[in-house]
T-cell receptor
Framework: GAGVSQSPRYKVAKRGQDVALRCDPI?????LFWYQQALGQGPEFLTY????????KSGLPSDRFFAERPEGSVSTLKIQRTQQEDSAVYLC?????????????FGEGSRLTVL | KNEVEQSPQNLTAQEGEFITINCSYS?????LHWLQQHPGGGIVSLFM???GKKKHGRLIATINIQEKHSSLHITASHPRDSAVYIC??????????FGKGTHLIIQP
């Protein structure tokens, strides 16, 4: 597709369930970012990939969060044993180069609600 | 303390007014981004700048590197400009640090 695609757009999970959120970046984009946005807040950095390499995962809030991009294109953010505080919109963005040198393109986000 | 501070947090104005949103950051940057987020979550990149001034239609973004300050201006504002405007700085590990956003409402 022409833009960054995320799925599912909406996910409701029971506390303790595992969830997987998918990001399909723009073809050829080297950099991929995951952000978490709580209600009424700005996005917070989670992790960054350059091709298949996860260069920075300092923003992942706990070891229940795991991200991968095995072939340097599609990325999956997995949250294990979800908790209510994980409820947020998870945004994916991609860039042809890096955030310091290239324009960022964002997906529509995946809204996760943990009951 | 957030490294990126925006003001005002909320702004309501009448159609046609000149709008200014301010952004201050506390550490050096290699690029500063202005983003627009509409209800429903979609984010659009408006500007990426590292010096000076950029203009796109009715939108103008300026940055003062020495003062660590950037402004986003909207001329002849219109109700369709109503959105959340987010300032984000790039630097370091190549991720972005975001401000909390400015909620702008333009009334007809």
């Amino acid at each position: 597709g022409a833009g960054v695609s995320q799925s599912p757009r909406y996910k409701v999970a029971k506390r303790g369930q595992d969830v997987a959120l998918r990001c399909d970046p723009i073809s050829g984009h080297v950099s991929l970012f995951w952000y978490q946005q709580a209600l009424g807040q700005g996005p917070e950095f989670l992790t960054y990939f350059q091709n298949e390499a996860q260069l920075d995962k300092s923003g992942l809030p706990s070891d229940r969060f795991f991200a991968e991009r095995p072939e340097g294109s599609v990325s999956t953010l997995k949250i294990q044993r979800t908790q209510q505080e994980d409820s947020a919109v998870y945004l994916c963005a991609s860039s042809f180069s890096g955030a310091n040198t290239g324009e960022l393109f964002f997906g529509e986000g995946s809204r996760l609600t943990v009951l | 303390k957030n490294e990126v501070e925006q003001s005002p947090q909320n702004l309501t104005a009448q159609e046609g007014e000149f709008i200014t949103i301010n952004c201050s950051y506390s550490v050096g940057i290699s690029a500063l981004h202005w983003l627009q987020q509409h209800p429903g979550g979609g984010i659009v990149s408006l500007f990426m700048l590292s010096s000076g001034k950029k203009k796109h239609g009715r939108l103008i973004a300026t940055i003062n590197i020495q003062e660590k300050h950037s402004s986003l201006h909207i001329t002849a504002s219109h109700p369709r400009d109503s959105a959340v405007y987010i300032c984000a700085r790039g630097g370091g590990a190549d991720g972005l640090t975001f401000g909390k956003g400015t909620h702008l409402i333009i009334q007809p």
